[in-house]
């Protein structure tokens, strides 16, 4: 047998979607670090150093969003993730033998324009793409060094490799912006700005952020929506929904409209306006834009008729994520 | 089929050529003999930085040199612009770890086109050495703008072993913050080495000041200012322990008389935590009134807030021909803040609101008014 090399993750919290690949190469036999920001509180240089040369990294991470970058864009960052390092400091000092990126927002995979990603991107030797549209994509401004693969959307792993209950939620509600949220309404203002959404039949899900359970312990006191825990997989919970319903312009509406799901989007000017909101989800055609300025519940007969209608197909439905696919290149190269 | 693969490229090459219009000949107005002179003196410092280069592009001025520092390197010549684009074509499929473009012309042919620069960028997975000339059309500050915005996350321009300068990018546009030994941003006017990073190669602790918004330049004079109507920061850090009794930053402050009327301003910082403008002390000479600048205590804990103000009578600053200087110090001991001229406190304010560090600086907004020798005690 092969003396298989090292591998290295990096991510933090939610922007983290290498948990379910991690666990699937231990399974193939390699020794994996996970540098979960979020959770991973020690200095990660030791470990790097350590791993030097010999080991394969993957990331899921914004490529150039450190800590000092951070600062100029959303100053909490560096407070809640000391430690964090980003891609380009990682990999100068890892040195890795190969290099993966795997993005973890549908809608923005390669960042959004306050990072410009793209001009960082060649410095990995493969990208995982979730569908065919965005390797042509790549492979126009990346030069052929850098591989590009289409491997499907990581967040999605295959129905009969997860779920273990099958349930059904009549309105699944997913916040985004939370941290901008948080900051201007505390724990308590966040449920009051989301009461007039939170009936019986919602079922909530927070991002996997640093300290939303204080959220939603609010939530679940003072509300009669069900909350679900921030831990779990969106797209098994999206499966699962006859209605999403988020806020902002997420990488949710991307994942729920790519299933076929009805999708409703919340317009408002918490963060972003709803002009920004609509041009950002523009491409998506099965999402409906309802007005929540005035914080106006969405009416029955809407959830009724979006759930019946029967919406254009999108171009292309999401595929699940190939982990074989990862698996395919590390033993390439180590054949190689 | 060699020689065919070698004319098609030579056609891609005419065309990318064409599409960016760019003449075939190398070109570099700065490189007149007198300045032949001081590039390889530059080069000769510096050879060691140059060592690391799996590469080194070289145009005929600069080949027989490379051949005999650098005869373990691969050493490339390329006689024009079109050698330069073949090149790439050739290699577009290849990463090396370091690029280096030694010669003054290549890399004024390349830093005159940005998508060809941006091409060679991406032969580069660690980092691209250049020699920059002296150049009246670009500045300092806008090369590291246009390196940062197209890919290099981290730049080290050495123009001389005292002048030496880390820039790192945060934004798409190509913003930087700067560390170097001085706060002044180097001005264009020597040879320089850049080695221009894709990734976040080292935290400069080594370099005591950090510009973390804006560029300071300095005058012939040796004073330091802003550019007109732009915003500057630069903040440096001395020893620091909590038993210290006190802390202070004194420096000159000038202005000429015909800057009175103008709205800008320059401070003395203590006690700065940041991040960005943010958190510190902020001793302000403003020059509002018709002869008598006023000197205005802000302290930021977010927000601005005005702690006590003074204007300053004549007597206080000197006065030379046009030029109008007064030397200030700011004072932060463990419950009080001090200002004042000389012997002379002016203001005097018990306050303990900010966290007492070692973090000073020096604040502009325009270039109405210039600090020289800012110097820091810690009692």
Same mark, same amino acid.
């Given at each position: 047998?092969?003396?298989?090399?090292?591998?290295?993750? &990096?991510?933090?919290?939610?922007?983290? *979607?290498?948990?379910?690949?991690?666990?699937?190469?231990?399974?193939?036999?390699?020794?994996?670090?996970?540098?979960?920001?979020?959770?991973?509180?020690?200095?990660? *240089?030791?470990?790097?150093?350590?791993?030097?040369?010999?080991?394969?990294?993957?990331?899921?991470?914004?490529?150039?969003?450190?800590?000092?970058?951070?600062?100029?864009?959303?100053?909490?960052?560096?407070?809640?993730?000391?430690?964090?390092?980003?891609?380009?400091?990682?990999?100068?000092?890892?040195?890795?033998?190969? &290099?993966?990126?795997?993005?973890?927002?549908?809608?923005?995979?390669?960042? %959004?324009?306050?990072?410009?990603?793209?001009?960082?991107?060649?410095?990995?030797?493969?990208?995982?793409?979730?569908? &065919?549209? %965005?390797?042509?994509?790549?492979?126009?401004?990346?030069?052929?060094?850098?591989?590009?693969?289409?491997?499907?959307?990581?967040?999605?792993?295959?129905?009969?490799?997860?779920?273990?209950?099958?349930?059904?939620?009549?309105?699944?509600?997913?916040?985004?912006?939370?941290?901008?949220?948080?900051?201007?309404?505390?724990?308590?203002?966040?449920? %009051?700005?989301?009461?007039?959404?939170?009936?019986?039949?919602?079922?909530?899900?927070?991002?996997?952020?640093?300290? =939303?359970?204080?959220?939603?312990?609010?939530?679940? #006191?003072?509300?009669?929506?069900? *909350?679900?825990?921030?831990?779990?997989?969106?797209?098994?919970?999206?499966?699962?929904?006859?209605?999403? =319903?988020?806020?902002?312009?997420?990488?949710?509406?991307?994942?729920?409209?790519?299933?076929?799901?009805?999708?409703?989007?919340?317009?408002?000017?918490?963060?972003?306006?709803?002009?920004?909101?609509?041009?950002?989800?523009?491409?998506? %055609?099965?999402?409906?834009?309802?007005?929540?300025?005035?914080?106006?519940?969405?009416?029955?007969?809407?959830?009724?008729?979006? #759930?019946?209608?029967?919406?254009?197909?999108?171009?292309?439905?999401?595929?699940?994520? &190939?982990?074989?696919? =990862?698996?395919?290149?590390?033993?390439?190269?180590?054949?190689? | 089929?060699?020689?065919?693969?070698?004319?098609?490229?030579?056609?891609?090459?005419?065309?990318?050529?064409?599409?960016?219009?760019?003449?075939?000949?190398?070109?570099?107005?700065?490189?007149?003999?007198?300045?032949?002179?001081?590039?390889?003196?530059?080069?000769?410092?510096?050879?060691?930085?140059?060592?690391?280069? $799996?590469?080194?592009?070289?145009?005929?001025?600069?080949?027989?040199?490379?051949?005999? !520092?650098?005869?373990?390197?691969?050493?490339?010549?390329?006689?024009?612009?079109? !050698?330069?684009?073949?090149?790439?074509?050739?290699?577009?499929?290849?990463?090396?770890?370091?690029?280096?473009?030694?010669?003054?012309?290549?890399?004024?042919?390349?830093?005159?086109?940005?998508?060809?620069?941006?091409?060679?960028?991406?032969?580069?997975?660690?980092?691209?050495?250049?020699?920059?000339?002296?150049?009246?059309?670009?500045?300092?500050?806008?090369?590291?703008?246009?390196?940062?915005?197209?890919?290099?996350?981290?730049?080290?321009?050495?123009?001389?072993?005292?002048?030496?300068?880390?820039?790192?990018?945060?934004?798409?546009?190509?913003?930087?913050?700067?560390?170097?030994?001085?706060?002044?941003?180097?001005?264009?006017?020597?040879?320089?080495?850049?080695?221009?990073?894709?990734?976040?190669?080292?935290?400069?602790?080594?370099?005591?000041?950090?510009?973390?918004?804006?560029?300071?330049?300095?005058?012939?004079?040796?004073?330091?200012?802003?550019?007109?109507?732009?915003?500057?920061?630069?903040?440096?850090?001395?020893?620091?322990?909590?038993?210290?009794?006190?802390?202070?930053?004194?420096?000159?402050?000038?202005?000429?008389? !015909?800057?009175?009327?103008?709205?800008?301003?320059?401070?003395?910082?203590?006690?700065?935590?940041?991040? $960005?403008?943010?958190?510190?002390?902020?001793?302000?000479?403003?020059?509002?009134?018709?002869?008598?600048?006023?000197?205005?205590?802000?302290?930021?804990?977010?927000?601005?807030?005005?702690?006590?103000?003074?204007?300053?009578?004549?007597?206080?600053?000197?006065?030379?021909?046009?030029?109008?200087?007064?030397?200030?110090?700011?004072?932060?001991?463990?419950?009080?803040?001090?200002?004042?001229?000389?012997?002379?406190?002016?203001?005097?304010?018990? $306050?303990? $609101?900010?966290?007492?560090?070692?973090?000073?600086?020096?604040?502009?907004?325009?270039?109405?008014?210039?600090?020289?020798?800012?110097?820091?005690?810690?009692?």
């Amino acid at each position: 047998m092969l003396n298989l090399p090292p591998i290295v993750t &990096s991510g933090v919290d939610s922007e983290y *979607v290498l948990s379910g690949l991690s666990h699937y190469l231990r399974s193939a036999g390699y020794e994996v670090y996970e540098l979960d920001f979020a959770t991973f509180h020690d200095d990660p *240089v030791p470990l790097l150093k350590s791993l030097r040369k010999n080991a394969i990294y993957i990331t899921s991470a914004h490529t150039n969003l450190t800590c000092t970058t951070a600062n100029y864009l959303v100053p909490e960052f560096p407070k809640i993730y000391p430690n964090y390092l980003a891609p380009i400091e990682i990999i100068p000092i890892l040195n890795p033998k190969l &290099s993966i990126y795997i993005p973890h927002d549908l809608l923005t995979p390669y960042g %959004d324009t306050n990072l410009a990603e793209l001009r960082f991107l060649d410095l990995f030797d493969h990208i995982l793409v979730p569908t &065919s549209h %965005d390797k042509r994509i790549l492979e126009t401004v990346l030069p052929p060094s850098t591989q590009i693969h289409c491997a499907g959307w990581i967040k999605y792993v295959k129905k009969d490799q997860i779920l273990s209950e099958q349930r059904t939620f009549p309105i699944l509600l997913f916040i985004s912006m939370i941290g901008h949220l948080r900051a201007r309404y505390g724990a308590d203002g966040i449920v %009051d700005y989301l009461r007039p959404l939170l009936t019986p039949e919602t079922y909530i899900k927070l991002p996997a952020w640093k300290n =939303v359970d204080l959220i939603e312990e609010a939530l679940r #006191k003072q509300t009669q929506a069900q *909350v679900i825990p921030s831990d779990e997989n969106s797209i098994t919970l999206i499966q699962q929904a006859e209605l999403v =319903v988020c806020n902002g312009a997420s990488s949710i509406h991307a994942e729920a409209t790519l299933m076929r799901k009805p999708t409703v989007c919340l317009l408002d000017v918490e963060g972003v306006t709803p002009a920004f909101q609509r041009k950002k989800l523009q491409h998506l %055609d099965n999402i409906y834009f309802h007005d929540y300025s005035q914080k106006a519940p969405i009416p029955r007969s809407l959830v009724t008729q979006l #759930k019946q209608q029967c919406k254009k197909a999108p171009l292309e439905v999401l595929q699940p994520f &190939s982990y074989q696919a =990862v698996l395919s290149f590390l033993c390439a190269r180590e054949n190689a | 089929m060699k020689s065919l693969i070698k004319r098609l490229i030579h056609r891609l090459a005419n065309a990318l050529l064409k599409e960016n219009d760019l003449t075939p000949t190398l070109k570099c107005s700065s490189l007149t003999a007198d300045s032949f002179f001081y590039f390889w003196q530059h080069v000769y410092q510096h050879l060691l930085v140059w060592q690391d280069c $799996d590469v080194l592009l070289t145009c005929p001025m600069t080949y027989s040199a490379a051949r005999t !520092q650098f005869p373990d390197r691969n050493i490339i010549l390329i006689a024009d612009v079109t !050698q330069l684009v073949s090149f790439y074509l050739e290699k577009r499929s290849s990463k090396f770890e370091y690029l280096g473009i030694f010669s003054p012309e290549l890399c004024f042919s390349l830093c005159r086109n940005q998508s060809l620069l941006t091409c060679f960028m991406q032969l580069c997975s660690r980092a691209m050495i250049m020699i920059t000339p002296p150049d009246s059309e670009i500045s300092t500050h806008n090369r590291l703008l246009m390196l940062h915005a197209i890919g290099f996350q981290q730049i080290h321009t050495i123009i001389a072993e005292n002048k030496k300068l880390i820039s790192q990018n945060y934004s798409p546009r190509g913003d930087y913050f700067y560390f170097s030994q001085s706060p002044e941003l180097p001005s264009n006017t020597e040879w320089g080495t850049q080695v221009a990073y894709r990734m976040i190669h080292f935290s400069p602790n080594t370099y005591p000041w950090r510009v973390s918004h804006g560029q300071i330049v300095q005058d012939e004079n040796n004073r330091f200012k802003a550019f007109s109507q732009q915003y500057a920061l630069g903040i440096t850090s001395v020893p620091f322990d909590s038993s210290a009794l006190s802390t202070k930053i004194d420096a000159e402050f000038c202005w000429t008389t !015909q800057s009175k009327h103008q709205a800008g301003h320059a401070s003395l910082v203590s006690c700065y935590t940041g991040p $960005d403008d943010t958190k510190m002390y902020a001793l302000l000479v403003v020059l509002t009134h018709e002869f008598n600048p006023s000197i205005h205590l802000y302290k930021n804990t977010g927000d601005w807030i005005l702690i006590d103000s003074k204007i300053l009578s004549p007597e206080e600053f000197t006065s030379q021909d046009d030029l109008k200087s007064v030397n200030l110090w700011l004072e932060v001991s463990q419950t009080q803040l001090k200002a004042g001229t000389k012997d002379r406190v002016l203001l005097d304010i018990n $306050d303990v $609101d900010l966290p007492r560090t070692g973090c000073f600086g020096i604040r502009f907004l325009s270039d109405d008014i210039a600090i020289s020798n800012p110097r820091i005690t810690v009692c």
